[in-house]
């Protein structure tokens, strides 16, 4: 079946340093990925998304790279702060008006 | 503007009652969803609903019905509350339109069902 999953349930990172965060899927025809940033009782945020035809995409101090090859999608953070300190997860979306499949979430945490 | 809006914040059942969880979207969305969250998982679909008068089963559909009563609002209902649907719960509503940039979440219900 269908998956999407993450590498690390949980990073620690120095304020100002850069963040990675991965996650693998597989068996996927989805048309989007996506990454969201969930804080502590809110509901999830969008960050970025990225199309299945694309390899990178940057917005501000994110940037997300797509590997399809080995179906593996990441989240870069560049100088970390301590407002990135959140559950981070990445979702695929499959076609216009589809469906978000989430995976497990990793948990950033930012020391100052 | 709101967003997207759930109610109630917060709700214990006891095992075997009914309940109702309320949301509305006012940004004209033509698709809503419910999903729902347990401890160091991600989110589950439970059912959604691409346009107005239509709902289809997601993920985890057992135990819940919903209602799309007009195109702001999005009901879930629980028939008879099981601990197992111990959970938080999200609605999200999205502009049915390529990629995932107006897909909006609500800020949650924490529903306890001992």
């Known amino acids: 079946g269908e998956s999407v999953g993450l590498h690390l349930p949980t990073l620690s990172v120095q304020e100002g340093d850069n963040s990675i965060i991965n996650c693998a899927y597989s068996?996927?025809?989805?048309?989007?990925f996506i990454w969201y940033k969930q804080e502590s009782g809110k509901g999830p945020q969008f960050i970025i998304d990225?199309?299945?035809?694309?390899d990178k995409r940057q917005g501000q101090r994110v940037t997300v790279l797509l590997n399809k090859t080995v179906k593996h999608l990441s989240l870069q953070i560049a100088a970390t702060q301590p407002g990135d300190s959140a559950v981070y997860f990445c979702?695929?979306?499959?076609?216009?008006?589809?469906?978000?499949?989430f995976g497990q979430g990793t948990e950033l945490s930012v020391k100052p | 503007n709101a967003g997207v809006t759930q109610t109630p914040k917060f709700q214990v059942l006891k095992t075997g009652q009914s309940m109702t969880l309320q949301c509305a979207q006012d940004?004209?969305?033509?698709?809503m969803y419910w999903y729902r969250q347990d401890p160091g998982m991600g989110l589950r679909l439970i059912y959604y609903?691409?346009?107005?008068?239509?709902?289809d089963k997601g993920e985890v559909p057992n135990g819940y019905n919903v209602s799309r009563l007009n195109k702001r609002e999005f009901s879930l209902r629980l028939e008879s509350a099981a601990p197992s649907q111990t959970s938080v719960y999200f609605c999200?509503?999205?502009?049915?339109?390529?990629?995932?940039?107006?897909?909006?979440f609500g800020s949650g219900t924490r529903l306890t069902v001992v």
């Open positions: 990225i199309r299945s035809n694309m």
């Open positions: 068996n996927s025809a989805s048309d989007y």
């Open positions: 979702a695929e979306l499959k076609g216009q008006g589809g469906k978000l499949i």
């Open positions: 609903s691409a346009s107005e008068g239509t709902t």
């Open positions: 999200a509503s999205s502009p049915q339109g390529p990629g995932a940039y107006g897909y909006t």
């Open positions: 940004m004209n969305h033509n698709s």
